[in-house]
């Protein structure tokens, strides 16, 4: 006689016979992991979902498979466009000529020319820069009446700032610069002012670098131009495309990242002390930050598709088939990390994959650490007190974003 199953295994058995629907809900807190993430990494790791048109896909949550997603050539990241539906638009078709929208050997020869030029020495140059702007607006902060909404007055401008100032884009361009920015990156189903901003934005890079070619500086724009693989350079095409690319992957993700730090570290008070008393251990409590707070509203990262039959964790995944790494997921893996879903800011041994892995590992990942070690230490110096100003259930989160972030954070002193 089969003995009697209980409801887990029957939920897993029909699971198994009709795939999942994903996106699952969002969690009741930006520092929780979806239930439903969790069950799935704890029972097999590998789910077929249905995304919401109805197309099947594979989700993989545990850290070994998530990193095998990151790395192996037969999970293609060329599928990133194509998913977000912008192929025809000039966004789209920039994204697929693009470090994140290629493979290799397009992508190694990006790469290569980019890595040349934007390098950690040129990051780690820019420190003194980036503190400086932070600085000026905890300055025009202070000088506003409280509460003060960090979103609008800070963890906005902050990213497009340094970014102007890694490429060179000029002062009195950056307002411009930063309204197209935010119409870019915005609400996700405002397709016309997307289209808009971005060709508003291609059309004045490619201004910026033909400027640059003529009077070249020390920014990285300059430099990129200047760079070359025996004959081999970059286009004009290739520049705006790696442009646009910092924007996009720099502007929204620190932005958000900058305002769900703060609001964990107040959900956590006893690790909030902790880490004012010692600001020495803010580099590592940012890595721990990082694992820690899903910045994605779905807690996966771009989708990649097979290139060949692939087997994932005794899962045989078609070719042709959608991928969907969880790396929220992977960062809450009990078997790579201890007590995963506890924040621990001392932590030591921290493989996080927030920032992806492998050949798409993100390439201004070096940047944004510098963004969030120096907007804590500033913070915690300049506002030891900081708070919420209004309860944390009244706080409104973002809709129809890709990235997880807050309309507004209302804070005081």
């Given at each position: 006689m089969s003995p009697i199953l209980n409801r887990a295994e029957l939920l897993l058995m029909?699971?198994?016979l009709s795939p999942i629907p994903f996106p699952f809900p969002e969690p009741p807190s930006v520092y929780e992991l979806s239930p439903e993430l969790s069950r799935i990494r704890e029972e097999r790791s590998v789910a077929e979902v249905t995304l919401p048109d109805g197309t099947s896909a594979w989700l993989v949550t545990r850290y070994a498979d998530v990193r095998k997603v990151l790395v192996d050539p037969r999970f293609s990241s060329r599928v990133a466009a194509a998913m977000m539906a912008l192929s025809e638009s000039?966004?789209?078709k920039l994204t697929n000529e693009s470090l994140i929208g290629t493979d290799p050997p397009q992508h190694t020869r990006l790469r290569k020319l980019v890595s040349r030029e934007f390098t950690a020495r040129r990051v780690e140059e820019m420190r003194p820069r980036v503190a400086r702007m932070v600085a000026e607006l905890l300055d025009r902060m202070e000088s506003l009446p409280r509460p003060v909404d960090l979103v609008q007055n800070f963890s906005l401008p902050l990213p497009v700032r340094v970014i102007c100032d890694l490429l060179g884009v000029p002062a009195a361009d950056q307002g411009e610069f930063h309204k197209w920015s935010n119409g870019l990156l915005g609400d996700w189903t405002r397709a016309k002012e997307?289209?808009?901003?971005?060709?508003a934005l291609i059309?004045?890079?490619?201004?910026?670098?033909?400027d640059k070619r003529n009077n070249p500086a020390d920014d990285l724009l300059s430099a990129l131009i200047r760079a070359k693989d025996d004959e081999d350079k970059l286009s004009e095409r290739e520049l705006i495309a790696l442009g646009i690319g910092l924007l996009s992957a720099g502007h929204e993700t620190t932005a958000n990242q900058i305002n769900m730090f703060?609001?964990?570290?107040?959900?956590?008070?006893?690790?909030?002390a902790r880490l004012r008393a010692n600001p020495d251990g803010i580099p590592r409590a940012v890595e721990e930050l990082l694992r820690f707070v899903p910045i994605t509203a779905t807690g996966?990262?771009?989708?990649?598709?097979?290139?060949a039959e692939v087997?994932?964790?005794?899962?045989?995944?078609?070719?042709?088939?959608i991928v969907i790494p969880s790396l929220a997921a992977a960062n809450r893996d009990p078997a790579v990390f201890d007590n995963p879903d506890q924040l621990n800011l001392d932590r030591a041994d921290n493989p996080q994959?927030?920032?992806?892995?492998?050949?798409?590992?993100c390439l201004g990942a070096q940047l944004a650490r510098v963004e969030l070690q120096e907007t804590l230490s500033a913070l915690f110096r300049r506002m030891p007190d900081v708070r919420l100003a209004v309860p944390e259930s009244e706080l409104r989160r973002k809709s129809s974003s890709m990235i997880r972030g807050l309309e507004s954070m209302p804070i005081t002193w």
């Open positions: 029909a699971e198994t000039e966004l789209g997307k289209e808009e901003a971005a060709v059309a004045y890079l490619g201004r910026l670098i033909v703060l609001l964990t570290l107040l959900r956590f008070p006893e690790e909030f996966d990262g771009l989708p990649r598709i097979t290139t087997e994932v964790n005794g899962v045989t995944i078609p070719a042709g088939a994959v927030g920032f992806g892995a492998g050949i798409h590992h």
